[in-house]
């Protein structure tokens, strides 16, 4: 999953600060993202994904369509042939759209809490950010924020609703032992614990059903990855997996939402650890798979999830292992269809459709927990896990001048929290008109 913008529709919830952590560590990584363009290419018939894995880490896939995948790469043009890729339309030089990106983004990183190792190089060392806490609302939506100063924020915010939000400082730790943490909200009163529970893996405002649900947010699923993204920046600024050494090779991380343990290693996930797709050594090998995993079986049931990704103004549904249809997949189809048109409702649009009709993967979080809902779950009640991918789609023919939607203008978070307002309410309505969000 990644981890650079799904954070930034996040409004009401609460967490603390990481305390005594340092991340401290230059993955290997040949991708020069200073000289790299952008390509759109369509899938040739000798395309396959693990063709990619051949090119070392010169390119980055950015994303995939049925026919087509958008990548990032400092390597000539002439390479892409060798990948079965064909008719490769120019986006934009990533210089270019970092440079958008940096007119928002120099001051909020220039007041990074980073220290200067003995080898020159940067490094996040986690700490309470000097007036963080009196930061507006308004102004918050403004600027991207580092993990430390979204996890003070947070915790301010908790204090502000006692009885309507309950923080989890730490559901797991990382490989460097930062926090994973959780925040509940739902409203005051006895009887919190035993409300049906959605899960979201970021951040969202929601002050509606409350009183039928628990809602439990973790907004940064990994912390490592993040802070990398802020580590010598822009080098790691399209950083994709988390962090964890891997035995045998200078490589390292994991794609997170290919180490659960549901079909894993099947299909796209790469068993190659220079991979960006990189399943994992075994099956839910990773502390953040394990934090997520045991600390939502022991809040089963769970009503539903949202899983917020980046980009493309889609809502997905389970399987993405199989292009085959399940059997909820009618009543999963109708949830999706009215969330992505809830979302559309201020006038970005957003489709919906099976993860399998797109491209099939293994290990995702979706399918595994889509599929421990059905064995915890009875009768018609299972759990409705959804992805939905944010902001952008770009028109086909808007060459040269392309936003990827993981380097998106600080203009663009308070918009698009916005619009996943209404999407979460439906899907919380979908649920209790079901019967299943009933106490």
Not at 87 to 104: K, Q, R, Y
Not at 296 to 319: K, M, N, R, W
């Amino acid at each position: 999953m990644l981890v650079l913008k799904s954070w930034r529709i996040c409004c009401l919830v609460s967490t603390l600060l990481l305390a005594g952590s340092c991340l401290d560590v230059r993955p290997p990584y040949a991708f020069d993202i200073t000289r790299a363009k952008m390509w759109r290419c369509l899938q040739g018939p000798g395309w396959n994904i693990s063709r990619m894995d051949q090119a070392g880490m010169g390119v980055v896939l950015l994303k995939r369509g049925v026919a087509w995948v958008e990548l990032a790469t400092d390597l000539p043009i002439g390479w892409m042939d060798s990948l079965g890729l064909l008719d490769c339309l120019w986006l934009a030089n990533v210089t270019t759209i970092l440079s958008t990106e940096a007119h928002g983004e120099s001051a909020a990183r220039s007041q990074d809490l980073v220290r200067t190792s003995s080898t020159g190089g940067r490094s996040l060392r986690e700490a309470e950010p000097a007036g963080s806490g009196s930061v507006g609302v308004a102004a918050w939506f403004t600027q991207y924020h580092n993990l430390s100063q979204m996890y003070h924020w947070y915790q301010q915010l908790g204090e502000d609703y006692p009885g309507r939000v309950t923080v989890n400082s730490s559901i797991g730790r990382t490989h460097y032992n930062y926090t994973i943490m959780a925040v509940h909200v739902t409203s005051k009163g006895a009887g919190q614990e035993t409300k049906p529970v959605i899960y979201v893996q970021c951040l969202l405002h929601v002050q509606v059903l409350l009183e039928k649900f628990q809602f439990i947010f973790v907004p940064v699923a990994n912390p490592d990855g993040y802070l990398l993204t802020w580590i010598d920046y822009p080098k790691y600024r399209l950083w994709r997996k988390n962090v964890s050494p891997l035995g045998g090779t200078s490589c390292v991380g994991v794609d997170l939402n290919r180490n659960f343990d549901f079909h894993w290693s099947k299909l796209d996930g790469s068993g190659n650890p220079c991979s960006e797709e990189y399943s994992g050594p075994q099956a839910s090998s990773e502390p953040e798979t394990k934090a997520i995993s045991s600390y939502l079986l022991s809040h089963a049931p769970v009503s539903g999830a949202i899983d917020f990704h980046s980009y493309y103004q889609e809502v997905l549904y389970p399987y993405a292992w199989t292009k085959d249809s399940n059997e909820h997949t009618s009543r999963m189809k109708y949830i999706a269809e009215w969330v992505a048109s809830a979302s559309s409702q201020l006038g970005t649009p957003y489709t919906s459709g099976s993860m399998g009709s797109i491209y099939t993967a293994g290990g995702t979080f979706p399918d595994w927990l889509y599929y421990q809902g059905v064995l915890q779950g009875s009768g018609q009640c299972f759990t409705v896990p959804l992805t939905i991918e944010l902001r952008p789609k770009p028109p086909p023919t808007q060459l040269g001048n392309f936003l990827t939607g993981f380097l998106v203008p600080t203009s663009e978070i308070l918009p698009t929290c916005k619009e996943m307002v209404p999407s979460l309410v439906k899907f919380g309505q979908l649920l209790l008109s079901s019967g299943c969000g009933d106490v």
